[in-house]
């Protein structure tokens, strides 16, 4: 039975380090058991079960940890049985889940907190890849055989690009060597809402990859979108790139009105609150600061404005170019009403964290870095060495935009955007990129009160 103590008197941080460490390999062993028989097809070894095997080792793949919801671990595990291996991934999550749609243990908080005052049990579901409680469509996702057969494609390669555990997953179809579709797997409730999305495209001006298979609730094939994502351009090209603002408008002018009559989904400037409840959960030094920018975000934020059409994620890995126009633009779920600013915003907010991306590869600034002085006010000294001029492009675009729509409102809502992403940053490398992150927000936070 499921207890109902809140998971977040715990913080999020002590948490996952728990499930990372000590109690990794344990929750690894309750997922290994409860898994179902192997098919016939899988190895020589003549094992029927996971737990026939040997864990030789296992590594964290992600952390994810939202405020309210719960935290979960990914870890992909290396099994050895009469001299075969075998790679599986499992998944350990504090997320509420279906009743005996999993195996559950239960924590003894002191074991995480040692000075806990609450001793209730905490409930940890655990299971295997692509066996989610939530996401009945994944292990139709991932069997090669459905996937010749629905699509008549010759040999699939499939790989697992995004997986949000009881969330959402994307896998990649390759067929050849080529990139042939895309499976994105959701809750049926959430997957009917981009069919109905789809439905409004279609016919439209908008570039957006066409749908090629539905083949049951909460599964959704698009074909493959046409070009490379603008972040590439960004990274090699990032002149060319600050040109293509003038594409980006067309683009979001492109949206037929219809969308704006779809569902309204919260942006992420509507979701604020949780973000910054998130980050002081993580971080909890930084909650004053994050309680100022709150006041000065919720000052300055427009909510009385006429709802126009809007993607609702729109940034640079979901905008396919040729390098001159934006051929395709992917990630079509949090379409609906909404401003035009929440788009710009996000689009700002994600382009301002490219210099703090991937904490392992950070390299040292050289001294003749543009925009050393102020990229040195968020992470002194360091940088992702793959987005060396993406600030001349965020300043280009930032500056195109204030143009468009009014600017204490469009950086009130980047410093929205940008904290989601400080909330998101994944803390198993150290705390420098969620804090670089936050920092960013503040600097939004205060543009934002300049333009007021």
């Not at 699509?151 to 050849?176: C, N, Q």
């Not at 797997?185 to 109905?196: I, M, N, S, W």
């Not at 709150?294 to 404005?305: H, P, S, Y």
């Not at 401003?339 to 490219?354: E, G």
Request: proline share 8%.
């Amino acid at each position: 039975m499921w207890c109902t103590m809140d998971v977040t008197t715990i913080r999020h941080r002590q948490l996952l380090d728990y499930m990372t460490g000590p109690g990794a390999l344990p929750l690894i062993r309750a997922a290994l058991k409860s898994a179902p028989a192997l098919p016939p097809s899988v190895g020589k070894s003549g094992y029927r079960y996971l737990t026939d095997y040997e864990v030789a080792s296992w590594k964290v793949s992600s952390t994810h940890a939202r405020p309210n919801a719960g935290a979960s671990v990914t870890y992909r595990v290396n099994l050895v049985g009469r001299g075969e291996p075998l790679k599986v991934t499992t998944v350990a999550s504090t997320e509420s889940v279906p009743r005996g749609s999993s195996m559950m243990l239960r924590c003894d908080p002191r074991m995480i907190e040692p000075d806990a005052e609450d001793t209730t049990p905490i409930p940890i579901n655990v299971w295997t890849f692509p066996h989610d409680p939530h996401l009945a469509g994944l292990p139709w996702a991932a069997d090669r055989a459905a996937i010749t057969e629905t699509l008549s494609v010759k040999d699939p390669r499939l790989e697992t690009v995004v997986y949000r555990p009881t969330r959402r997953a994307m896998i990649k179809i390759s067929e050849g060597g080529a990139v042939h579709s895309w499976v994105k797997v959701l809750k049926p409730r959430k997957a009917q809402a981009l069919l109905d999305t789809i439905g409004v495209l279609e016919g439209s001006e908008f570039p957006f990859a066409p749908m090629l298979a539905h083949p049951a609730a909460g599964i959704i094939v698009q074909a493959h979108g046409v070009g490379r994502p603008l972040a590439n351009l960004i990274s090699r090209e990032p002149y060319n790139a600050a040109r293509m603002f003038g594409q980006i408008k067309e683009v979001l002018d492109a949206l037929p009105d219809q969308v704006a009559d779809l569902p309204r989904q919260k942006s992420w400037t509507d979701r604020r609150a949780h973000y910054a409840k998130a980050i002081s959960q993580s971080l909890p030094d930084l909650t004053p600061a994050v309680n100022h920018m709150m006041r000065t975000i919720n000052a300055l934020v427009d909510e009385d404005q006429t709802p126009v059409p809007t993607h609702g994620d729109f940034f640079e890995a979901n905008l396919l170019t040729d390098g001159s126009k934006i051929t395709t633009v992917l990630d079509l779920d949090s379409m609906g009403p909404g401003t035009r600013a929440d788009d710009y915003a996000c689009l700002l907010a994600h382009v301002s964290v490219l210099p703090f991306l991937s904490p392992r590869r950070w390299v040292s600034a050289p001294s003749t870095e543009p925009w050393r002085t102020r990229l040195d006010q968020f992470l002194p000294g360091k940088r992702c060495p793959s987005y060396p001029e993406s600030e001349t492009v965020l300043e280009a675009w930032r500056l195109k935009a204030e143009r468009e729509v009014p600017a204490a409102d469009l950086y009130a809502r980047c410093a929205a955007v940008t904290l989601s992403l400080a909330s998101s940053a994944s803390l198993m490398w150290g705390e420098g990129e969620a804090r670089a992150r936050f920092a960013r927000a503040q600097w939004w936070a205060e543009l934002a009160r300049d333009s007021e």
